[in-house]
């Protein structure tokens, strides 16, 4: 028999320094077996073969300052053609007086996007309405018009290109991909024929040989009084190319909805249109979230392909510079290094609210 | 045997659903089989039978869940035709319960029930609420409002598709095994509001094989076999003293265990 008082009772003691701590964190998470180990000591070294020599490369010995490729020292990063380019490289051949009105349009994107993606900001009902004018807005600032300036859009060119072309489809491709997804499941066989016929011919072939069918032989189908902008054109390709991959991200999500949730729907009366709106979508939606965001972000890297059909982004305007006389063979991989980081900044902040926009939704239902 | 329908003693005569020679397959497969069949008002009717007899067919296509290809079925004097406006009206009378709830996930439990009021009556947000609170008291889970379904046990969830139902004020309620995906000891918490809605007046028809179920409310039960109609009998006399052979094997079956 055993029996313990109550004055014996034992009080709870610290864990021991292998399970809490820095220590704890080490051994869970990096040497929790052999194999696991082995794998933190060899990237360990790989991390100390590759980052020092690249910072000391990118920073410490790198060059700042000069007025051509003559000044790249050689030895580390040459930066000096920033000064001179990088108005360029964001903003393409856009006549310099008037880059105020890109950079305000820059400026209005952050509210307008954030009144669209985050919910319970201050002033969200006139911030949702200044979300949906932004668009006008935003081409008014840029091409001009009703007293401002006119410019036109071959001018256009830098990153605000990428980002012009990259957003405009974004924000079209999804409703679009969206009606396509429930084209293709409508009962409706002229509806369902049409959206399977667009969806596999645009999928079907590469992004630039529709851009090449926008420049060159659109024109042979329009009649010859009417003349689509260029830049306008290449927005409609790059749109319906997304649309089309984005209508089967959003047909894998709408395949997921159990089909008990339209008769629920239906056994409460509402219609096709509010069943979708109000049940399946905001379910099938949520679902898709990883593969709609992966769907952007190839869309906007696909942006770059512009440079096929003469148009300079970011990557062209990289290009240009190391083309340039003065800079040529000098700053190869430094132009293409800021052009990388350019890009990678806004797909990794893209991917970040994606995976943000999961967890606030998982938290919320459970 | 005959598919005659026997008046049920009690229940006031005007006919609020009326079935008449429905006949419907899916694809090759004849499932239900000259169906005639009268529910009046405020009339209780419970449907059981086999599986795959299509005793859920049947009250599927009283909402239109599911379509015919003969026969009539009128619904509170509208009949169920291809007219898309005559399918929405006749939704709006009639309100069902499914065996796995489908409630909506996304939805919190207030919000579930005030969809149907908000979108299809077209009600204030406000009055909806009030509403739906009022059927979610009288289900006993108006403390469970702001939950997602996902939250909720099996049968407060059941309880809370029915007072969604409820919300629309329908005219009837179909109940389609709405307690054979719970567990044991949730059947009788939803089988207890089931009770009190019949008690209230509300013309329901149950496909069910909670036997004291039946016999307790029902005012008719009906026996179907391979998509057809085989007993129509009083619960006393279905239980008691079944006419059918197949009847009596059904019951000597689910009432042996």
Redesign the interface.
């Known amino acids: 028999m055993f029996f313990r008082d109550q004055s014996e009772m034992l009080p709870a003691r610290a864990a021991p320094i292998t399970e809490v701590g820095i220590v704890g964190w080490l051994r869970i998470n990096l040497f929790s077996s052999y194999p696991n180990s082995a794998l933190t000591l060899v990237s360990l070294t790989l991390l100390l073969l590759v980052v020092p020599p690249f910072i000391d490369w990118v920073l410490i010995k790198a060059q700042f300052s000069g007025d051509t490729g003559e000044a790249c020292s050689g030895i580390g990063a040459c930066w000096a053609w920033v000064d001179q380019r990088l108005g360029q490289f964001f903003y393409g051949f856009y006549p310099a007086e008037a880059h105020w009105r890109v950079n305000v349009t820059a400026v209005l994107l952050v509210p307008a996007i954030l009144y669209v993606l985050v919910d319970n900001l201050p002033g969200a009902k006139f911030g949702r309405w200044f979300s949906y004018v932004y668009p006008l807005l935003a081409a008014y600032l840029l091409v001009g018009g009703f007293g401002l300036e006119v410019i036109s859009s071959d001018k256009f060119g830098g990153f605000m290109l990428n980002m012009i072309v990259g957003l405009t489809g974004i924000v079209l491709s999804l409703p679009i991909g969206v009606l396509l997804a429930l084209g293709r499941q409508s009962r409706l066989p002229v509806i369902r024929l049409f959206s399977i016929a667009f969806i596999e011919a645009v999928r079907g072939v590469p992004l630039i040989t529709l851009l090449f069918v926008a420049i060159v032989l659109l024109q042979l189908f329009l009649p010859p009084e009417v003349s689509l902008d260029q830049l306008l054109r290449v927005i409609i390709m790059v749109t319906l190319f997304a649309s089309a991959y984005m209508a089967e991200v959003v047909r894998g999500g709408l395949q997921a909805i ?1 089909k ?2 339209i ?9 096709y249109w ?1 069943t979708m709106r ?2 399946v979508l ?2 099938a939606l ?1 679902i898709s979230i990883p593969g709609i965001v992966n769907t952007f972000i190839g869309l906007f890297k696909d942006t770059t392909l512009v440079i096929i059909i003469g148009l300079f982004d970011l990557l062209g305007h990289a290009r240009l510079l190391q083309t340039n006389p003065d800079w040529i063979g000098d700053v190869d991989h430094e132009a293409y290094l800021f052009s990388a980081a350019v890009f990678f900044l806004v797909c990794f902040l893209m991917s970040r609210y994606s995976v943000s926009l999961e967890k606030q939704l998982s938290k ?3 | 045997m005959s598919t005659e329908t026997p008046e049920a003693a009690g229940a006031s005569a005007v006919p609020i659903i009326e079935i008449s020679n429905l006949n419907k397959w899916f694809g090759a497969f004849h499932v239900l089989r000259d169906i005639n069949l009268s529910v009046a008002a405020q009339e209780r009717v419970v449907i059981c039978g086999p599986s795959g007899s299509g005793k859920s067919t049947l009250i599927r296509c009283i ?3 599911e379509d015919h290809q003969e026969g009539l079925i009128v619904v509170d004097g509208i009949p169920l035709t291809r007219n898309i406006k005559n399918i ?1 009206q006749v ?2 009378e ?3 319960v ?1 065996q ?1 709830f ?5 939805l919190t439990i207030l919000e579930n029930c005030t ?2 009021p908000v ?2 009556r077209k009600m204030p947000r406000q009055a909806a609420e009030e509403i739906a609170m009022k059927f979610l008291e009288r289900v006993q889970i108006l403390d469970q409002s702001a939950k ?1 379904p ?2 909720l046990s099996g049968g407060q969830q059941q309880r809370a598709a029915i007072a ?2 409820l919300c ?1 004020e329908p005219r009837v309620m179909l109940f389609d095994e709405p307690t054979s995906a719970l567990d044991p000891e949730m059947i009788k918490e939803v089988l207890d509001v089931m009770t009190g809605l019949a008690e209230s007046g509300m013309t329901m028809i149950i496909v069910s094989h909670e036997m004291g179920f039946a016999s307790q409310v029902a005012d008719r039960m009906i026996f179907m076999d391979d998509g057809q109609i085989v007993e129509v009998n009083t619960p006393q006399a279905f239980f008691n003293n079944p006419q059918s052979d197949r009847t009596k094997l059904f019951l000597s079956q689910i009432l042996r265990h």
């Open positions: 159990p008990g949730q008769e629920g729907a239906q056994a409460v009366g509402l219609g509010q109000l049940i905001p379910q949520r919320d239902r459970h | 909402n239109r869940l929405d939704r709006r009639i309100g069902m499914f796995q489908n409630l909506f996930p996304h969809l149907g979108w299809v997602y996902g939250q969604r139902a629309m």
